[in-house]
């Protein structure tokens, strides 16, 4: 009996000593990679439309949410789960919206800053846009603020669990239907 204390014992020990030295939370180069193809490809799906949306919501774990905010650190969300993430992403019942009811402008996330935590990965981002608007202004580059994300590495792969979208100069409103129309000319 004593024995099999001692044994227990140093079992314990040896496997928390193991534990420690694989520092929880800690992102492979790989782990990186992966999320940083993870944002860079949002903006093409999201942009284009593929697959009625379904490519958009699959970016995203299943319970996953997107929201809106004025401030970093808080979130008013407009979709949560899969068939809401799809339609985020410009699919209908049997097609996508037609590109020009979504209007021209394409996203370009940078800079992420990709840090580990312990349940996955956080990061933030700057959003800019590129409006395809031949006019007097002619195509211009927007800063959008940016993006604030958490991370799950799922069995296929790494997803977005929460987007926040952060954009100081906007006033969010809590529903995606009560936001007024924008006004490019004006920006």
């Known amino acids: 009996m004593n024995k099999i204390a001692t044994f227990a014992a140093l079992a314990a020990v040896s496997l928390g000593g193991s534990a420690a030295a694989q520092e929880p939370g800690k992102l492979t180069p790989q782990d990186l990679l992966d999320i940083r193809q993870l944002i860079d490809g949002y903006s093409h799906i999201l942009d284009n439309c593929t697959n009625n949306g379904n490519d ?37 019942e049997t097609a996508c919206r037609p590109r020009q009811s979504q209007g021209y402008a394409y996203h370009l996330t940078i800079n992420p800053v990709i840090k580990a935590t312990p349940t996955g990965a956080h990061a933030i981002s700057t959003l800019l846009t590129i409006t395809n608007d031949t006019d007097d202004r002619g195509d211009i580059v927007h800063w959008e603020g940016g993006y604030e994300d958490t991370f799950e590495k799922t069995p296929a792969g790494w997803r977005f669990k ?3 979208h952060v954009w100081p100069e906007v006033a969010w409103t809590d529903r995606v239907e009560d936001m007024p129309p924008r006004k490019l000319a004006d920006e």
């Open 56 to 92: 958009y919501a699959d970016l995203y774990t299943a319970d996953a949410t997107f929201g809106v905010s004025q401030e970093w650190g808080k979130a008013k969300i407009w979709f949560r789960g899969r068939e809401q993430l799809r339609r985020a992403g410009g699919g209908t």
């Open 162 to 164: 929460s987007r926040v």
